[in-house]
């Protein structure tokens, strides 16, 4: 899958869908999403079932998704990876202990953000979307250079 050429010619404009049950935080996940200029956000949603929904519809680039909520884990890693390949998961969690990190990593995730440790979501999702396709997956919190 292709990201969308900007209209300005300024690199790719990538697709993205958030989902988190904390309205607080999918707000401000939301509004970061939707602030930067690379990254388009197609929609925000309370649980996983939504955001799989839009997956199919939306053919999108990146899924930004919680571990604990409803339809959240490693099956919805697993069925995104499965009904859109091209998709790429990206966790965001308070519950980054090993077994989820590696319960999350084995169903698909490409990568685990920590809530309160990754300073810049945003900066970590476009790095993952332009990284080459055989970089290996893993653990994309912590300070940016």
């Not at 995104?80 to 319960?103: L, M, Q």
Request: hydrophobic share 40%; glycine share 12%.
């Amino acid at each position: 899958m292709a990201p969308t050429p900007p209209s300005d010619g300024g690199g790719s404009v990538f697709r993205v869908a958030v989902a988190d049950d904390d309205r607080n935080v999918l707000a401000a996940l939301g509004g970061l999403v939707d602030d930067e200029p690379r990254l388009e956000l197609r929609g925000t949603f309370a649980d996983g079932f939504g955001l799989l929904d839009c997956c199919r519809r939306e053919h999108l680039d990146a899924a930004l998704i919680d571990i604990a909520m409803p339809g959240g884990g490693p099956d919805l890693a697993r069925d995104i990876r499965a009904a859109c390949p091209d998709t790429i998961v990206v966790v965001h969690t308070a519950h980054g202990d090993r077994r989820n990190r590696e319960a999350m990593l084995a169903a698909g995730a490409a990568a685990i953000l920590h809530k309160g440790r990754t300073l810049d979501v945003t900066g970590a999702l476009l790095d993952l979307l332009q990284r080459p396709t055989d970089a290996p997956d893993g653990d994309a919190s912590g300070p940016r250079p």
